[in-house]
């Protein structure tokens, strides 16, 4: 990010200035923005200075999905005399640089930002209003929203394939907090994982109790003292997703323990429970050869197995069959497969065409 790169390009349709009384907060404009490209390829680009305008992004972007962003805010002030300030822009720059770090987006250099901006704010100062509190965006239901569906052909959510993937047990941050919109499909709820695991591991709370991955819902086969296997996911407590696949999962395991269809391969005798877990009963079950096996599901992952979770500075190691997946999740992937495909009969596929 080089302010000696810095381009203006100004409009050429200037706005007439609203007088202050008329300002709706956060609805009016300046004449100009600024914008300051990067990618992971080639890092920060050149700034330039453009007429305001809407921004082109493709309805496929990270940003829509997964709320990667981040905002800052501030204010530009006119004093006696004509000179104009910002308060304190060091300050907004290091928090904006937190912020990012937080997000795994890039960082940037404060200083040049803060050139840039006063760039743009010299351009446009006239925008400034004489009358203080005139200045800011507000938090406010939005006027207009834009439903958008897309499709695209998949291959294997992770990069390595269908392989069992690594999480990390954060204990530094929390997904969801009870009261919280956790329980809900949106953006916000997803955070990258920055630790080289292919996605964070939830906890909640000084008990470390599991609650869901990046982009999964979670389950944990554990055997009891008698050697019966029990199936584990956290209850729908408003911090966790109800999941599609989670359900289907659920539904499938206990049809198979009411008799109403058994599934090959899935042990006979099996305990399917919603039920608090956390950490401790994780590390104490591996300890005592009694973890089975830990997977995640979701619409894109459908199932994954988990083969590690680094937590406290260890790791703690997860069984994994021959192929990856376990006793209990092999079975119930090859069902929900098998529908999904329509290699096998079920009112759950809705038909949109026959041809």
């Not at 703690?316 to 999904?340: A, N, Y």
């Amino acid at each position: 990010m080089k302010p000696s790169l810095l381009t203006v390009t100004k409009t050429t349709s200037p706005k007439e200035l609203p007088p202050s009384k008329s300002l709706i907060f956060g609805q009016t404009f300046s004449d100009h923005m600024l914008r300051i490209p990067w990618t992971d390829a080639t890092g920060w680009g050149a700034p330039s200075i453009v007429p305001f305008s809407t921004i082109n992004l493709s309805p496929s972007s990270t940003v829509l999905h997964y709320a990667q962003s981040l905002f800052e805010g501030m204010k530009a002030y006119r004093h006696a005399g004509g000179t104009v300030t910002l308060f304190r822009p060091e300050m907004n720059m290091k928090r904006m640089n937190t912020s990012a770090q937080r997000l795994v987006l890039p960082a940037f250099n404060g200083n040049a930002l803060i050139e840039c901006i006063k760039a743009l704010v010299t351009i446009d100062r006239k925008w400034i209003p004489n009358e203080p509190g005139h200045n800011t965006l507000v938090i406010a239901p939005p006027k207009e929203a834009l439903l958008f569906v897309i499709t695209c052909p998949v291959g294997p959510y992770y990069p390595q394939g269908f392989k069992p993937v690594p999480l990390y047990g954060t204990t530094e941050y929390i997904r969801a907090a009870p009261g919280g919109i956790g329980a809900y499909k949106l953006a916000a709820n997803y955070g990258p994982s920055n630790q080289g695991y292919a996605q964070n591991l939830w906890l909640q709370g000084p008990g470390h109790w599991l609650t869901e991955a990046g982009t999964m819902n979670l389950f944990v086969v554990i055997k009891d003292r008698g050697g019966v296997s029990e199936l584990i996911t956290p209850p729908l407590d408003g911090m966790i997703l109800p999941g599609v696949t989670r359900d289907s999962v659920l539904t499938l395991a206990r049809n198979h323990v009411s008799g109403v269809k058994r599934l090959q391969g899935l042990p006979d005798t099996i305990k399917v429970s919603e039920r608090p877990i956390n950490m401790a009963e994780i590390v104490q079950s591996s300890k005592e050869g009694r973890l089975v096996e830990l997977f995640g599901t979701g619409t894109a992952a459908v199932i994954s197995p988990v083969e590690r979770i680094g937590y406290n500075g260890g790791e703690v190691m997860i069984p994994t069959g021959e192929d990856g997946m376990g006793p209990v999740s092999r079975p119930l992937w090859t069902e929900l497969v098998g529908i999904q495909t329509g290699a096998i009969n079920s009112d759950w596929n809705y038909v949109v065409a026959t041809k």
